[in-house]
């Protein structure tokens, strides 16, 4: 019995042909992407989680289109299991298989850490938001780590002038670091924490509370204080290789944000 004709027919690779048009892509691939998977960790050696990822290569401008389901192969060759080490590996990888010059990899999960109130020891599990970030340009290779940091700040100007209290506000502090080596999750959001009023939990008892409030309060700070005080923590750090931090406090008496931004590339001895 002869098979039929499409069986046996050679199936034409459109995204191959040549494009006429001469533009290059600088990004294109597969965009919020679900996977699970295993996160190394600093306490608990690793946490099982689920990851949204965007995939990209730069496409030349002779060829029509780069192969989707090639993204998605090298993320299941992985077997969920991720660390910096191997998110590096996973971007050689892909801008290898699709024979690009440029790749970009973003891996963003909720990252948890258990955290224990000051007072009564009461454990509870803080979430953030962490993302791995990778990219490979003109043979250079650059790994970022990004977190949102939720904390709580205290206003200096309302502490001064009022007779009673001062506002305070949750606050979202973000640092995005471009590292050289291996650096935990952890240790950046330990920076955010320390140099806000005070950082939060998701279990207080009463004498939790008032030691969390007080701490505040004794410790206020504009968003110029806080992203300034971060920078100086990563300008100490030699892993740290260059840095964005931000710090958004949803203010309680006003009905905007407060907001402000440090940038620094440390190789380039940017101030």
């Known amino acids: 019995m002869t098979p039929p004709h499409s069986a046996t027919a050679a199936i034409d690779d459109v995204q191959s042909r040549r494009d006429p048009r001469r533009i290059p892509i600088n990004k294109v691939g597969v965009k919020d992407l679900y996977h699970p998977v295993r996160v190394k960790d600093r306490s608990a050696g690793e946490q099982h989680t689920v990851a949204n990822f965007n995939m990209y290569v730069a496409l030349p401008h002779d060829f029509k289109g780069t192969h989707m389901s090639r993204f998605v192969e090298v993320l299941n060759q992985h077997e969920r299991e991720i660390s910096v080490e191997s998110f590096r590996q996973m971007l050689k990888e892909m801008t290898g298989r699709l024979d690009a010059s440029a790749g970009h990899v973003e891996m963003s999960f909720p990252y948890f850490v258990t955290k ?32 949102v940091v939720p904390v709580t700040s205290l206003c200096p100007c309302s502490k001064r002038i009022s007779e009673r209290g001062a506002h305070n506000q ?42 969390v409030t007080e701490r505040a309060y004794d410790n206020p700070k504009f968003v110029e204080d806080i992203v300034r005080d971060v920078a100086v923590r990563l300008n100490a750090e030699d892993r740290v290789l260059a840095y964005v931090v931000e710090a958004e406090n949803f203010e309680s008496i006003h009905n905007h944000s407060a907001y402000a931004l440090i940038e620094r590339d440390k190789e380039a001895g940017a101030g």
Do not use: C
């Open 170 to 211: 949750r606050s979202h502090i973000t640092i995005r670091a471009r590292v050289s080596t291996h650096m935990w999750i952890e240790e950046l959001i330990d920076i955010a924490e320390q140099e806000a009023s005070s950082e939060l939990f998701a279990v207080l008892k009463r004498p939790d509370e008032k030691q």
């Open 116 to 147: 224990t109130a000051p007072v009564s020891g009461a454990q509870s599990l803080m979430n953030y938001e962490a993302t791995l970030i990778g990219e490979i340009r003109d043979g250079r290779e650059e790994t970022w780590i990004r977190v």
